[in-house]
């Protein structure tokens, strides 16, 4: 039984621990409704840091400048990126 209780509590302990990795914080400021990229030009201060889905919720667009939503948290670029795949043409 401790086994079971002990393979169930590691198992909780790392799902949790996955889901904060998988998180994308955003930036937004108390006058815009976009949300930004840590590093864009356009918020050098008073930026508050919140996650995507969060910022989403709450009505936030993407910024045009940065492209807030095309940068994927750090888990995420280990994996390839999908390559388009040339279009076939009727004869």
């Known amino acids: ?4 209780q002990f393979v169930l509590t ?12 998988t998180a994308q914080t955003v ?8 949300y930004h990229a840590k590093n864009c030009s356009l918020v050098k201060t008073g930026k508050k ?5 969060e ?3 709450s ?6 400048i ?3 939503e095309d940068i994927r948290p ?12 040339p279009k076939k043409t009727a004869k």
Do not use: H, Q
Request: hydrophobic residues 35%.
């Open 49 to 53: 840091g919140i996650e995507l889905s």
């Open 59 to 64: 009505g936030y667009e993407p910024c045009k």
């Open 27 to 34: 930036y937004i400021t108390d006058a815009g409704k976009k």
């Open 10 to 21: 590691a198992v909780l302990f790392l799902a949790l621990c996955f889901s904060k990795l």
């Open 74 to 85: 750090e888990a995420d670029k280990t994996k390839a990126e999908p390559k388009d795949k």
């Open 1 to 4: 039984m401790k086994k079971n």
């Open 66 to 68: 940065c492209k807030a």
């Open 55 to 57: 910022a989403k919720k």
